[in-house]
Nanobody
C-alpha cells in the first residue's frame, strides 16, 4: 500500500524559508519520479516541482523557479522541497505525489502559510 507522509509545513514570514519532507513507503521509491503539488484556497491543485527517479533531472513551475529546490534521498525513501524567499502567494497545502501504473497517489498534505 502506497503511503506518502509530508512534514515540515508551518507559518513563516515573507522572505523566509521552509523545508518540506515526504516519507514514502509501500512501493519501490527509487524507480519512480516524485512530485510536489500545492493547492491554495479557492484554486486548483498545481504542480510545483518534479524530480526523476535518479534525481538527475528536475522541473519547476515558473512561479517557483530560482526559489524552490526539489531533491531526494533514495536511501531514505524521502523527497524534499526546499523553499526560499517565500511569498504570501506561496500559501497553500503542499502535497507529495507519485504516479504508479497510471494511478496518482497523494499524501495528506502539509500547510504552508506565508504571512507577516
Amino acid at each position: 500500500q502506497v503511503q506518502l507522509v509530508e512534514s515540515g509545513g508551518g507559518l513563516v514570514q515573507p522572505g523566509g524559508s521552509l523545508r518540506l519532507s515526504c516519507a514514502a513507503s509501500g512501493f519501490t521509491f527509487s524507480i519512480y519520479g516524485m512530485s510536489w503539488y500545492r493547492q491554495a484556497p479557492g484554486k486548483e491543485r498545481e504542480l510545483v516541482a518534479f524530480i526523476t527517479s535518479a534525481g538527475d533531472s528536475t522541473n519547476y513551475a515558473d512561479s517557483v523557479k530560482g526559489r524552490f529546490t526539489i531533491s531526494r534521498d533514495n536511501a531514505k525513501n524521502t523527497v524534499y522541497l526546499q523553499m526560499n524567499s517565500l511569498k504570501p502567494d506561496d500559501t497553500a497545502v503542499y502535497y507529495c505525489s507519485v504516479r504508479i501504473a497510471f494511478v496518482r497517489a497523494w499524501g495528506q498534505g502539509t500547510q504552508v502559510t506565508v504571512s507577516s
